[in-house]
């Protein structure tokens, strides 16, 4: 499956941005999706997670309350609304779909990833 990140741009604190991420495939639905970031010199790290129904989802500590991961399988697409942003939010962040059965945080178990998209957010 092949995964295109878009919505990153450069927003102030407070301001909302979503990020959409639409894949190639008819599998769309067999797949977990999460959400990664990366920002400069640190290592990658979990933003959000939700299962292949969309019924569970799973957000790291930093975002909760603030982000909302959703999926639309008719349309191949998993979405990240991002509202009350931080300047730590700043990072390249990722989409990525994996074959495990439930929501998991770590990178390694996810099978495919797609290229990034910036997200900037000024004091």
């Known amino acids: 499956v092949q995964l295109q990140a878009s919505g990153g741009g450069l927003v102030q604190a407070g301001g909302s941005l979503r990020l959409s991420c639409t894949a190639s495939?008819?599998?769309?639905?067999?797949?977990?999706m999460g959400w990664f970031r990366q920002a400069p010199g640190k290592e990658r790290e979990f933003v959000a997670g939700?299962?292949?129904?969309?019924?569970?989802?799973r957000y790291a500590e930093s975002v909760k309350g603030r982000f909302t991961i959703s999926r639309d399988n008719a349309k191949s697409t998993v979405y990240l609304q991002m509202n009350s942003l931080k300047p730590e939010d700043t990072a390249v962040y990722y989409c990525a779909a994996g074959n495990a059965f439930v929501v998991d945080t770590t990178p390694a178990r996810y099978n495919y990833w797609g290229q990034g998209t910036l997200v900037t957010v000024s004091s």
């Open positions: 495939g008819r599998t769309f639905g067999t797949y977990v």
């Open positions: 939700i299962s292949r129904g969309g019924s569970t989802t």
